[in-house]
Every structure is written in structure tokens, then in C-alpha cells.
């Protein structure tokens, strides 16, 4: 089946901490990967997709297909980055599947 | 540039009683466009998806139907309303090419029925 895990409803982390959103996934085939985020009062908008390999507000993701895991992190956390974050799989070449989402709070 | 729109923001309706969720695109033609609903604890579910007009595939099997009258215009509509069908509705597009890309969100509708 294909599907998309965030095992973490809610991550708390002081600022100036290292973050790790997790996400896991299972489709049989050649996956792409996407980080959506959605801040307070604003829609949601995508962050950053596997295949562009990019940092983005200091954010990275490496896609491990032994692992079949596609975690978010980012070595030091700021308030502003306490957001929801969701996981998303395409599959086919329509259809996306996202997780259940995490909600990163940033501590001051 | 793109943008989308969606209305009403915000919508109580008594449970029987029909709905209609309107979301439109300009600025770009023939755009794959989306139908979610967000929940909490359950994230995205996506509800309907549209290549072009008239061509529509359902996901989830429930109360809801879509439309795509034009090709820039994306309906949801329930005839008789549940109260599982609360939540909050978002509609997104995305670039119609032969591989689907970022999806760009509107606003979204928060519908509660009672």
C-alpha cells in the first residue's frame, strides 16, 4: 500500500536546537518526495522536494530508499520556524499522498 | 502570476442541507486541480483530483461530489450534509504537465455542520 508516516503529532525543541521531522513512506516505486509547511494564518506552501536537493530557511532532506525515509531536518531551530509540517508522496503522476502532519514548536 | 481562490471561508450549515465549495484558478490554463480535506490528526486527505474538464476520479468514497464546469473552475458539492463532513477544505492546483509538481494551496473553506 502506499502510504506516508509522521510518527510525531507534536515536536517541542528549544531554539538553537537541531531538528528532525520524521518521515517515513512505502511505495513500490521510483518515489518523489516533498516538505510542505504551513505557518500560523498562512496557506499551506511547499518547502523543498527531493529531487532539487536544496536547502531551504536552512532546512535539508535526504531521501534514504534502504530506509525508505525522507526526514526534514535542520541543525539549529528558530522561533520562526514553529509551523506544521507535512510529508507528501506522489504517485502516478497525479496523485499525492500526504502524512498525518507534525507540528514543530520552537521554545524561545 | 497564479492565484486561487476559494469561497466561502468559512461556512455552518445544518446537516441535511446541501453544499457547494467553489475554488478558481487564474492565471494558467488546463491546471491539474485538487480537492483535500484537513483534519486533525489525519492530516491531508485528498478527495478528488481533475486532469481536465469533465475528468474527475474520486478517491474517497462518501458523501461528496466534484465538478469542473470550466476549466478553471472546481466545485465540491454534497447534496445532503453528514457531520462527519465538518472540517476544513482545500482546494490546489498544480502545473499541467505529464508529472505532477509543487501544488500550489488556497485558502481554504472551514465547514462545520451541525
Known amino acids: 500500500a502506499q502510504r506516508v508516516t509522521q510518527p510525531e503529532k507534536l515536536l517541542s525543541v528549544f531554539k538553537g536546537a537541531p531538528v528532525e521531522l520524521k518521515c517515513n513512506y512505502s511505495y513500490s516505486g521510483s518515489p518523489e518526495l516533498f516538505w510542505y509547511v504551513q505557518y500560523s494564518r498562512q496557506r499551506l506552501q511547499l518547502l523543498l522536494r527531493?529531487?532539487s536537493r536544496e536547502s531551504i530557511k536552512g532546512f535539508t532532506a535526504d531521501l534514504n530508499k534502504g530506509e525508505t525515509s525522507f526526514h526534514l531536518k535542520k541543525p539549529f531551530a528558530q522561533e520562526e520556524d514553529s509551523a506544521m509540517y507535512y510529508c507528501a508522496l506522489i504517485t502516478g503522476t497525479y496523485k499525492y499522498i500526504f502524512g498525518t502532519g507534525t507540528r514543530l514548536k520552537v521554545l524561545a | 502570476s497564479q492565484t486561487i481562490h476559494q469561497w466561502p471561508a468559512t461556512l455552518v450549515q445544518p446537516v441535511g442541507s446541501p453544499l457547494s465549495l467553489e475554488c478558481t484558478v487564474e492565471?494558467?490554463?488546463?491546471?491539474?486541480l485538487y480537492w483535500y480535506r484537513q483534519a486533525a490528526g489525519r492530516g491531508l486527505q485528498l478527495l478528488f483530483y481533475?486532469?481536465?474538464?469533465?475528468?474527475i476520479s474520486s478517491e474517497v468514497p462518501q458523501n461528496l461530489s466534484a465538478s469542473r464546469p470550466q476549466d478553471r473552475q472546481f466545485i465540491l458539492s454534497s447534496k445532503k450534509l453528514l457531520l462527519s463532513d465538518s472540517g476544513f477544505y482545500l482546494c490546489a492546483w498544480s502545473v499541467p504537465s505529464g508529472r505532477a509538481l509543487e501544488q500550489f494551496f488556497g485558502p481554504g473553506t472551514r465547514l462545520t455542520v451541525l
Open positions: 492565471g494558467t490554463s488546463n491546471p491539474n
Open positions: 527531493h529531487i
Open positions: 481533475s486532469i481536465g474538464i469533465d475528468q
